[in-house]
């Protein structure tokens, strides 16, 4: 007996695979490639447009709406797709037919919005360089091991950047035993640092080529080395 899968089936490992080989072979006649370095990152071979496919969602960074507009024919010629533009947002969309799930909705917004009404989420314009704040935690977990954490943000570029939304949060346990929290320290600027490079490798890819990548550590530790003086902090320091 002979079968032929045409869809992906569920519980099948293969179908991620050959999902995206087949959407390789589709939007490459229309000029779109894959990133070499960055799985998921899109490019197309001359037009000003990136996007990033995330299960069923594409996020899509464009310059000119006609090329927005010509991905959009690429993609409706094999999918059903929704746009949903800059300027719309979730609710405005429901407006002009709106249901009881649409009140529901604005209800839980606005209630939300009266309990918590410092809350927000500020985003700063940046030169789309990669920053990070580390921080470790010195054997806070089981087996004498201990934490490392992180936040890469897009900055300008600064010396010291401002803080902004975070990109990447890395919370991770520190797999050998630290023997001092200045060792945690390191490690979790070693971890943080490592995160970083595909980050920069796909703001590469994308057009936004970076020279530095500045990070900090929330306690500088103190750095015993024989051919250098000792370094001593009390606050964060970019380096």
């Not at 099948?12 to 939007?27: C, D, F, I, M, P």
């Not at 300008?156 to 797999?175: E, F, H």
């Given at each position: 007996?002979?079968?032929?899968?045409?869809?992906?089936?569920?519980?099948?490992?293969?179908?991620?695979?050959?999902?995206?080989?087949?959407?390789?072979?589709?939007?490459?006649?229309?000029?779109?490639y894959?990133?070499?370095?960055?799985?998921?990152?899109?490019?197309?071979?001359?037009?000003?447009?990136?996007?990033?496919?995330?299960?069923?969602?594409?996020?899509?960074?464009?310059?000119?709406?006609?090329?927005?507009?010509?991905?959009k024919a690429a993609l409706d010629e094999y999918y059903d797709v929704t746009v949903n533009w800059?300027?719309?947002?979730?609710?405005?969309?429901?407006?002009?037919?709106?249901?009881?799930?649409?009140?529901?909705?604005?209800?839980?917004?606005?209630?939300y919005i009266a309990t918590y009404p410092a809350n927000g989420i500020t985003y700063r314009a940046s030169n789309m360089v990669i920053a990070a704040h580390s921080d470790a935690a010195y054997l806070n977990v089981s087996k004498a091991r201990s934490r490392a954490g992180a936040h890469s943000m897009l900055?300008?570029?600064?010396?010291?950047?401002?803080?902004?939304?975070?990109?990447?949060?890395?919370?991770?346990?520190?797999?050998c035993v630290m023997s001092s929290a200045a060792e945690a320290e390191l490690a979790g600027l070693y971890i943080c640092a490592n995160e970083m490079i595909p980050l920069c490798q796909a703001l590469v890819e994308m057009g936004w080529p970076s020279q530095d990548l500045p990070s900090s550590v929330t306690t500088p530790p103190q750095l015993e080395s024989p051919t250098k003086p000792s370094f001593h902090a009390r606050q964060s320091q970019w380096t």
């Open positions: 007996m002979y079968f032929e899968i045409c869809q992906g089936a569920y519980g099948l490992h293969q179908s991620g695979a050959l999902a995206n080989t087949l959407l390789e072979k589709r939007l490459k006649k229309h000029g779109c894959q990133c070499h370095t960055t799985p998921g990152l899109w490019q197309h071979n001359w037009r000003l447009i990136v996007f990033c496919l995330l299960v069923d969602y594409v996020d899509v960074e464009y310059v000119g709406e006609r090329h927005a507009l010509h991905f800059p300027s719309v947002n979730y609710v405005g969309q429901q407006q002009a037919a709106a249901t009881e799930a649409t009140n529901n909705d604005i209800d839980q917004l606005l209630g900055a300008k570029d600064v010396p010291v950047p401002s803080y902004n939304i975070p990109v990447l949060t890395v919370a991770r346990i520190i797999k």
